[in-house]
């Protein structure tokens, strides 16, 4: 501690004999801030990280003796404020607009057709393509070159500020470089729009961080990445790796007829040099000023082309994406594209497909906006569906919650997709003697989409075996309960027949607890299999009973205090928010997917009446609800039979009785928490088309849960069509044929 505070160390030509002028310090900030940006934005390092560490804690021990000294962008204020109180919303000055999809290129082509002659003229480059980064879109305030403010970008008009955390991701300039290159100066006020994502690398060691400290894993970067910055305490944004890259520049200017009155002229000087001189920023002030203000337009702005836009950003001290590319015309441009399709699957950080952008500026502002939409942009969203060659390691097996048992090839960690892939599901035995597959062989894994990867077959067709490969052979004892794995007849799937098996009662608990089931937040898999081997729980319903004191005497090492305590929380919450159907859904009862559940809720009642009718009359209830089933339009004999059987079973009422006994009282469905006619979907029709994270009946249940409803065909009816992964051409040429917007998942997930 003592050794950063001996002014000995300051050596160089910034000092003279051991004593730092304030002139050397400035110094030593501009070269550390250079060594910081050919570092984090560059990604070309000049100097060793040692050295880079030993000029940091020069600066920090400077700093510390002189604190009227320090500057507003050193590289040491980067580690975070003290937590905030709560998010101020901010108002956007000119709207951060979407992006409409194409999936192929026809739908290029008709982009390039509906521009057309509306374009600029054939000798200037027609289009930029740019990665679509997958991260959190942050709006960056700069006012005379300086960093006032970052707000998220909310629903497009308003969001959430967030400069405290942004100041802390090292590829946000605090300051702009002035010096800017091809003469483009820095605009006195300006919008920088970009995303901030988190590199895979730096994804996977975060989680494996959580991992280890017993908290949740973030689903995928982009989570992590939002997660990382709309949360609370900037210094945990200042942990983690994230990265800004930024892709327009708006430049902002006073309204005409406002900078005409010579009053609110110098009412507006006197803002700006207020907000320009306050430390910390005044948000106040940021607001005044900016509210004042309006995108500059094209014509007195200081670039003609989004390239050069680009290009300036880049000579201002942003991240520019290295993949960005110019194309003279659509020829090009669907080349660049196939190239740049091909390399995304290797690229260092995730996106969700390619950005095609008119390049033109003056074009760009002829072609405006339909909606929220530009007409001079579109996202190309071509899947991804690379293969690799990977080892397989090994074969286990899987036991679901009806007891089947599936293979699972445990593959050497390859990168596919953009995503860091170990293993693959494999159908059953047949499908592995089909690929004839051996342990040691070299596979080629595919993953189509957002699914899970597929092994295609053996590389080389077995060319590169060694003989050092060995067969495998299905078990014939289940793995976690050593009960015996039965094959009935010509079905394809074996089961472990011991209905007690911790394996299938962990699946069994699982899928009760799963998001698309009783949602039980922050419950996953580890902690259901902990639960279970504790004799803690055997079901779902034992997770009413289970106490904190419980929780915190787990065998080995017990649950922390804070996270036993957000478990309990989290099981109260679903004793009275869960709806009976998705109550229903979670008992896991044979062919009752998610949407039959939805009509069975009605039929049943509340779950204190259907126990009590089970335990005083069962066989005349099972007669009537029977009946009843067979009339509702989309159940038909098969669910009635299973739901039959099921209910028939008398430790079936024992489980619910147990549900009861422990406060689970879900909502029935007479009175819902969404009846049709409300929530956020109300009155819309959706088509849904593709692949998505889930089956087509789960997202229809979520439609149907927020007063949606789900169609087959488009038609001029039809509010949304929802594209998943590979989506079908004709429900896509449909929806351009009514005018019908085509989103996809995740903004259809905003919406719900
Ligand atoms: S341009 C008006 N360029 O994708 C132009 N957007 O729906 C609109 N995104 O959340 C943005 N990478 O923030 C543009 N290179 C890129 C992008 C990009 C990611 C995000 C954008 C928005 C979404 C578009």
Redesign the pocket.
Known sequence: MNETHDQSLLHGDATAGGTITAAGYRELVARLSNLAHAYYVLDAPLVSDEAYDRLYRTVEAVETLNPRWVLPDSPTRRIGGPPLAGFRKARHPAP????ANVFDNDGLVAFDRRIGVAGPSPDMTRYTV??????L?LALLYAEGRLVRATT?GDGEIGEEVTAQATTIRTIPLVLSMGATGGAGVPRFLMI?G?VTLPLDAFARLNEAREAAGEANYQNPRNAAAGSVRQLNPRITAGRALRFTA??ATVLALDEPVSALPLERLAFEADVAELVASDPIDQDAVTRVFDRLRPSGVASGPFATHWEALLAMRAWGFRT?PHNRQCVDLEETVAVLAELQDLRAGWDEETDGL?V?VNDLATQERLGRVAKD?RW?V?YKVAVSEVVVTRLLDISVQIGRTGAVTPLAVLEPVRLGGVTVSSATLHNDDQVRALDLRIGDWVRVQRAGGVIPAILGVDGEGSRRDGRETEWTFPTACPACDGPIVRDGDEAVARCTNASCPAQRSARVRHFAGRSAVDIAGLGGNWIDRLISSALIANAADLYHVTLPDLLAIDGHGMGEVLAQKLCDAVDRTRRQTSLARFLFGLGIRHVGSETAELLAPLVGSLDGFCHRLRTDRDEFLGELGAQMLETKGVGPVVAQSVNDALSNPSMLELLERFTTGGMSPVPAAQSPKPPGQGPLAGKTLVLTGTMSESRDAIAALVGASGGKVTDAVSGATSFVVAGEKPGGSKIKGAAKHSVPVIDEVTLRSML
């Open positions: 951060l607009l979407s992006l740019e990665p679509k980064l997958d991260g879109t970008r729009r995303e892709y327009t994406n950005v952008k530009p942009a996202a």
